[in-house]
């Protein structure tokens, strides 16, 4: 096993509908949970991600983080060899080695993560007892824990629901009423919204992931949860397993579900709905009015969402009810009922649904639906593009500030981009002379 450190571098009124979803189980085109390491490494700089895993996991980790060449290293991947994978050689013995080597070269981490891969499964490497053993040797300095990023997952971002659920187990107990925000939010969102939850009067309010990986927020019977993302179904059911409560509600993507957000939290914490009305209001006219310019070119616009990011119902709902597209199917690699209930009770009635994925079937349905745009993971895009399709990758709304009725119109804009540049190139290869 050898270490390789990678510098880290709508208005119109929704029906509420039980949609019975295509379900798919085929060929699948998405990343594998070790992405979330990108936007984890950087929310909590104390921590280190050392993914146990191949080459192959290195060089994607390595693509995917490619673009922040110039900060500290913060994560890496403990390779593991043929011996490692024949069971020649004992894989722990060369895990505590690599981790004692780490640890010596960078005393400042406090957390380490170590990440099951694919190799680290098939070889039945039990990381969680090597976490277990790292603690025993490194106590007082690091706390080690595991999760699994696996290629098995159906989500990318079942990374971070999968790190979020290891840490549940150490949250402190606390039998204080407070709020407590779930999922990664860029440090700047986050900054807002702690202070218009303080303006509403909610307080105390914590995050999970903290912004250092030692200072996690505490949990018990009068916490309210209230999710960021649609995709931490398991880090949600560890809270309630530890006594706290979920709070039901849209995600806050766009002016409305920013708004009903805010709203449930307003509400679970006694507030005025007058006051609640006085704090947002200005921010969704706002958020209305950054939306507007973008809805021009959105609206009556044909929608096709691959399954990819586990966001696709929010930005549906975002982009059908407050941008005026039309959508032709919502594709999720999974249905989490629970957690969907509000998005799900927001889509117009005869939304397409489809769960899973079966590459050629929904190529197949794209193709026949002939939409203007189709936000799909990062692989599909550039040969949709080459077939005159507009499209959005979806990994690009994880790593984006987005959340809030401030981002609205930048969220709005993301979409609207695609959408004028195929226009400018249509235009241009219209015009004669030009290809
Ligand atoms: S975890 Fe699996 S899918 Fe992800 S890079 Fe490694 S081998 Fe590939």
């Known amino acids: 096993m050898s270490v390789s450190l ?11 509908i039980d949609p019975k979803p295509i379900q798919e189980n085929g060929q699948r085109e998405v990343f594998c949970g070790l992405t979330s390491i990108v ?24 693509s995917a983080a490619g673009v922040m060449i110039f900060a500290e290293p913060r994560f890496g991947t403990a390779i593991l060899g043929e011996r490692d994978l024949a069971g020649l050689a004992d894989a722990n013995e060369e895990l505590d080695r690599v981790v004692q080597e780490l640890l010596a070269r960078r005393p400042e981490i406090r957390t380490l993560f170590l990440v099951g891969s694919c190799p680290s499964e098939v070889i039945k490497l039990d990381l969680a007892k090597a976490a277990e053993r790292l603690n025993r040797q490194h106590r007082g300095h690091v706390q080690v824990v595991s999760y699994s ?63 250092r990986s030692t200072e996690l927020p505490s949990v018990g019977p009068a916490t309210q949860v209230l999710l960021c993302q649609p995709f931490l179904g398991t880090t949600a ?17 766009g002016v409305e579900g920013s708004c009903r957000w805010f709203e449930r939290a307003a509400e679970a914490f006694g507030i005025d709905p007058a006051h609640t009305r006085s704090v947002l209001d200005p921010l969704a006219e706002r958020g209305r ?68 994925q079966h590459l050629e079937k929904q190529l197949e349905r794209v193709r026949a639906a002939k939409p203007d745009l189709v936000v799909c993971g990062m ?55 030009n290809l």
């Open 6 to 16: 990678t510098s880290a571098a709508g208005s119109s009124a929704g029906t509420a």
């Open 39 to 62: 936007w984890l490494h950087r929310r909590m700089p104390d921590a280190f991600f050392l993914v146990v895993g191949s080459r192959t996991c290195a060089h994607l980790i390595q």
């Open 149 to 211: 990023g696996s290629g098995i997952e159906t989500a990318f971002t079942q990374g971070e629901d999968n790190a979020l659920t290891a840490l549940v187990p150490l949250l402190p107990s606390s039998a204080e009423k407070q709020l407590l925000l779930v999922g990664t939010l860029a440090d700047g969102v986050e900054d807002r919204f702690l202070t218009l939850f303080e303006r509403l009067g909610i307080d105390p309010v914590s995050s999970l992931p903290p912004r």
């Open 237 to 253: 059911r560890a809270l309630k397993a530890r006594g706290a409560q979920l709070l039901s509600s849209p995600y806050p993507l």
């Open 289 to 356: 009015a950054a939306v507007a310019p973008h809805r021009r070119v959105l609206e009556g616009k044909k929608l096709f969402l691959l399954p990819d990011s586990q966001m696709e119902l929010a930005l549906g709902r975002f982009l059908q009810r407050e941008c005026g597209m039309e959508l032709v199917e919502i594709g999720t690699p999974y249905l989490d009922r629970q957690l969907q209930a509000e998005e799900l009770a927001l889509l117009p009635a005869g939304t397409q649904l489809s769960e899973g």
């Open 379 to 433: 692989g599909l895009a550039n040969p949709l593009e080459a077939e005159g399709i507009a499209t959005k990758w979806s990994i690009e709304l994880v790593f984006s500030p987005i959340h809030g009725c401030d981002q609205a119109g930048d969220l709005a804009e993301l979409f609207a981009r695609p959408l004028r540049r195929r226009q400018a190139l249509n235009f241009a290869s219209s015009q004669p002379g």
